[in-house]
Every structure is written in structure tokens, then in C-alpha cells.
């Protein structure tokens, strides 16, 4: 179903389950792809250029900081792109040390719903 | 009297042994030409005698008087490389310890005597055992806070996935019945997640007791952006949320997001025992180098028999833990303890008649 004029939408998440439950959501909405270690979402960011990344901290291989720290360092426009954490992870010192690496914005995953994730990321492409 | 330094004590000492030298030998050399007089058995001496004998004594003495003073010297000289130096070294270690440096860049007293050198070896082994104190203080937080995070994607991370599903589920068309079943899943599936925060919540504060944040906070705005925040809620339990604040209030001390915490607790709390069409105040009273913060609610009140237990870590009240609203028995004794960190207390005041309540704590003013 996806069209030429969907954005397209990097879920960088390890949790299959998960991963689903935002794809079925997704699907029809953006052009979502999926990562699910922290080289991939690096990878994937490289091959799609994706409009938004949704970003999981604890993940395999690399973690979502460094992916973070990583895209920010980048020298092209990709560094630009807009990062959501969506993190199980909910100590103020994370939340901090993701917004001064460059996150645009943060949820606690248990704490929010779908709807909320989905309503958010139309919001930064309203801005956009 | 200033307490006299080492250094000064032994130069002091010096000059006393050359004075009392220099009087011994002026004494000396008179006591000297009287006896060599009595020996010749006269009285005068031939001038020029006269003048050999004094410049002997003359001569004998200088030389007594400068041995002494190099002996002095000797002396002062010797003090200030075995003693001053090595105490000033040690104080000075002592000093750097307090300030990081490691027990193994102690440095050894070259030359010191066996007692100050015993004082470093004793003060080496004591700063030893102070530094694997501290490597285990900060082991032990690492792995709380290791603790803190992996309990938070290993219990989060599934509930997450009942969450979404539940969610999806719900918006798919079944019957009533069904429907309500979904719901009651959901609604406790939420429950739970808000215990994983609760418990998260306390782990972090008493942890993190030490990573306080303070900074000047306007007390009213603060109070307006929660009550926002909990509106929604008011609304759904009918009760109404009132806060006027007074003309001027200072600014607040506080870490804002822990105070937040504490006031989204109390006032969602008095929400929730307080019964439909009733109402939650918020009041502010400033008062020398404080505000008074009281949250006054039209609620079910606390009995007086649990008026000491209502702080304590799970306790529930009888009647709160009745009406299975979600309270975990954990809000008041993290808020007590954060509305200490800020060098106030929690308490409160329950009308004897049984309805209502009045939370009360109190934040120092920014300066």
C-alpha cells in the first residue's frame, strides 16, 4: 500500500513482538522500516534516508547513545534527521544524556501508546 | 597565642644556645684572667701582656661562639630536612588523599626518621583500605543502577507488548462483553506498568539521594503545569481542582522534577479519595525563609489509628486499600523522603469527623 508520498519511518527496535505490533499499526500510515541492532539503524539511515527515526536505547551490538552520537557526528544532511527515543528506559539521567546527544524527543515505551508514538511523529512531520 | 611553627621553634632554639654560649664565654674568659693573674701572683700585667692575654681570650672565645653557631646550624639545618620537611610532606599527602590522590602515589619520605616514616607506612595502609571502601561504594551503586535498568527492560519490555496489543485489540469491533474484558486487561496491564514505576522511582531517589538538582523554581508555575497535567484525571473523578496563589511568592530551592513528582502525588491522591463533586485545594503560605505548601482535599480522610503507618514503604490505608484504585502504597513514603532531601518534612492534618484531609510540607526560599 505504500505510496510515493509517504515518509518513511526507521524503527530501530529488538523486541520481534514489539517490532510487529508498531509495524501492524504503521503499515499503510509511513514507509517503516526495521533495525534491529544499532549497526543496522546505521546501515539503514545510510541505504533509506529515512524522515524520522524511532530509536530503542538497549540494543544489541550498539547501543541506541552511540547510534545517536554516531548520526549527529555525520558530515551530511542525514545528521539532521529527527530521532524519537522510545526507550523502556525512564531515569532522568537517560532522558538527559539522549536530548544532549541530540534526541528530538523522548517517551517510555510501557508509558505510552501507539497512538501517542504514531500522533507524535505526524506532529514532527506537520513541522517538517 | 598562634600556635609556633617547627621550623621557628628550632631556629628560636639556636639563637638561645649562641646567647647563653656568648655569656658562658664572656664569664669564661674573665673567670680565665683571673685565674692566670692569681698564677703569676700579681695584679698587673706588663701593657703589652695585657694586650697578648686579652686577644687569647678574645681569639678562644670567637672560636667557642662560631662552633656553636655552626653546631646551631648543623642543628636547624638537620630538623628542617628529617622533621619539617617530611611533616609538611605528610600534610600535604594527607591533604591531596582527601582530594584524589591514590594510595599507591604516596610518595615515601626520603630520609625521614623511623617514627614519621612509620606514620606514612600507617597512613599508606589506612588510605589503602579507605580507597577499596570507596571501589566497593561505587561498585555496589553501579550494579543497583545496572539493577535499575536491566529490572526496567526485563519487566518493561513485556508489559510494553500486552500494552499495544491490548490497544490493537481493543479498537478491533467485538461484542460488549468481550469489550470489557479488553478493557479490564488493559486497565490493569497499566496498573502494573505504573508499579514498575513506582518501584523504579524509589530505586532512583534512594540511590540517587546524593544527585540532587536544585535550582530557584517558581513555586506557582510549577503548581500550574501539575495540576494540567492531572486535569484530565480531576475530570474523570468529578472533582474539582482549585489553586490561587497568593500575590508574591518567592522563588523556590527545589529540584523541580522530584518536587513535581511530589506534588503530582499528593494532588492526585486527594483526587483519588476524594469522592465525586468534591474538591482539592492548593494553597501557598510563605513564612521566613520558606514556603508552606498545604493540599487540602474533601476526601475520606485518615483515621487516626493509621495516622503513623501512612508513611511507611506498602502500607495502605483500611479504606484506601478498599476501593482498588491503583495506589500502591508507595507515593507518601517516597514523597516524605524527597520533601526531606529538601530540608522540610511531609505531614498532615485529618479533621476528626472523618472527611477531608490536609497535606502539608514546606521548601526553602531560593537566594
Do not use: C
Not at chain 1, 527515526?53 to 547501543?63: F, N, T, V
Not at chain 2, 582530594?99 to 599508606?124: N, R, V, Y
Amino acid at each position: 500500500m505504500a505510496d510515493e508520498t509517504q515518509r518513511t519511518v526507521l524503527v530501530v527496535e529488538d523486541d520481534p513482538i514489539l517490532k510487529n505490533l508498531l509495524g501492524n499499526t504503521f503499515s499503510g500510515r509511513y514507509k517503516a522500516m526495521y533495525a534491529g541492532t544499532g549497526k543496522e539503524a546505521l546501515q539503514y539511515v545510510e541505504e533509506y534516508k529515512p524522515d524520522i527515526i524511532l530509536l530503542d536505547l538497549m540494543l544489541p551490538e550498539m547501543g541506541g547513545f552511540e547510534v545517536l552520537e554516531q548520526l549527529r557526528a555525520r558530515t551530511d544532511e542525514l545528521k539532521d534527521t529527527p530521532v524519537i527515543v522510545v526507550s523502556n528506559l525512564s531515569q532522568e539521567s537517560d532522558q538527559e544524556k539522549a536530548k544532549q546527544l541530540g534526541a528530538n524527543d523522548y517517551m517510555v515505551k510501557a508509558e505510552v501508546a501507539i497512538e501517542e508514538i504514531t500522533s507524535k511523529i505526524d506532529q514532527f512531520f506537520q513541522e517538517a | 597565642m598562634k600556635n609556633i611553627s617547627l621550623r621557628m621553634l628550632s631556629v628560636i632554639l639556636a639563637v638561645l644556645a649562641l646567647a647563653i654560649a656568648g655569656v658562658s664565654v664572656y664569664f669564661g674568659s674573665e673567670l680565665l684572667r683571673e685565674n692566670i693573674l692569681g698564677f703569676l701572683g700579681t695584679n698587673t700585667l706588663p701593657p703589652q701582656f695585657q694586650q697578648q692575654l686579652t686577644d687569647i681570650l678574645v681569639a678562644q672565645g670567637i672560636i667557642t661562639v662560631a662552633t656553636f653557631l655552626i653546631v646551631a646550624i648543623i642543628i636547624v639545618v638537620i630538623l628542617e630536612r628529617m622533621v619539617v620537611r617530611p611533616l609538611n610532606l605528610l600534610s600535604a599527602v594527607i591533604q591531596q588523599f582527601g582530594s584524589g590522590l591514590h594510595a599507591d602515589d604516596i610518595p615515601d619520605p626520603k630520609g625521614a626518621p623511623h617514627e614519621i616514616d612509620h606514620i606514612f607506612e600507617t597512613f599508606t595502609t589506612m588510605a589503602k583500605h579507605v580507597e577499596e571502601a570507596r571501589a566497593r561504594d561505587e561498585e555496589m551503586s553501579r550494579i543497583k543502577s545496572d539493577f535499575i535498568s536491566t529490572a526496567a527492560h526485563q519487566l518493561r519490555t513485556p508489559l510494553t507488548g500486552i500494552r499495544w496489543a491490548l490497544e490493537a485489540m481493543a479498537k478491533e469491533p467485538m461484542e460488549e462483553g468481550k469489550k470489557a474484558v479488553v478493557a479490564d486487561a488493559l486497565e490493569k496491564n497499566k496498573q502494573l506498568i505504573q508499579i514498575v514505576r513506582t518501584l523504579l522511582d524509589v530505586s532512583a531517589i534512594e540511590s540517587g539521594r546524593y544527585n540532587y538538582k536544585f535550582e530557584p523554581t517558581s513555586l506557582p508555575e510549577l503548581i500550574g503545569t501539575t495540576i494540567e497535567q492531572l486535569q484530565e484525571h480531576a475530570t474523570r473523578q468529578q472533582v474539582a481542582v482549585k489553586f490561587i496563589p497568593p500575590e508574591y511568592v518567592p522563588d523556590i530551592k527545589a529540584d523541580k522534577e522530584r518536587l513535581r513528582w511530589v506534588l503530582i502525588n499528593l494532588i492526585e491522591n486527594a483526587i483519588r479519595y476524594t469522592p465525586p463533586k468534591g474538591s482539592v485545594t492548593i494553597s501557598l503560605e510563605p513564612a521566613r525563609g520558606r514556603v508552606f505548601i498545604y493540599v487540602h482535599d474533601t476526601g475520606i480522610g485518615i483515621p487516626d489509628n493509621e495516622r503513623n503507618n501512612i508513611f511507611e514503604r506498602f502500607y495502605r490505608g483500611k479504606a484506601a486499600a478498599k476501593m482498588q484504585n491503583g495506589g500502591n502504597g508507595l507515593g507518601l513514603y517516597i514523597a516524605r523522603n524527597v520533601v526531606r532531601d529538601h530540608g522540610g518534612d511531609l505531614d498532615f492534618k485529618a479533621n476528626e469527623a472523618g472527611i477531608g484531609t490536609t497535606f502539608f510540607f514546606s521548601v526553602p526560599v531560593a537566594t
